[in-house]
């Protein structure tokens, strides 16, 4: 796998939680549900709406690692010009 490849997919992998999160910060914001379990892949993780601070952290987290990624994967970012 190339080094861009895998920029690429943990790209796709940080969207793939960004996704989960705003699901669980809508569900229990929104009272659907009393809790909501989150999937890792490795681990599980049940919340309810008194740990809903920790899971806007956590999206707050994800997002940030999202446009990192996304910088990576796509040349975004800073750039040098020289001056004359």
């Known amino acids: 796998m190339s080094t861009a490849a895998w920029w690429a997919e943990r790209l796709e ?5 960004v996704e989960e999160l705003e699901a669980a910060v809508s569900g229990l914001a929104d009272g659907s549900v ?3 379990q989150l999937d890792t892949g ?6 309810t709406k ?3 601070s920790q899971v806007i952290i956590a999206l ?3 997002l940030n690692s999202v446009s990192v990624l996304d910088a990576r994967v796509n040349g975004a970012g800073a750039r040098m010009v020289p001056r004359p």
Do not use: G, N, W
């Open 42 to 47: 490795q681990t599980r993780t049940l919340v």
């Open 50 to 52: 008194q740990q809903m």
């Open 34 to 36: 009393m809790s909501y």
């Open 60 to 62: 707050e987290r994800a």
């Open 13 to 17: 992998k940080a969207k793939a939680r």
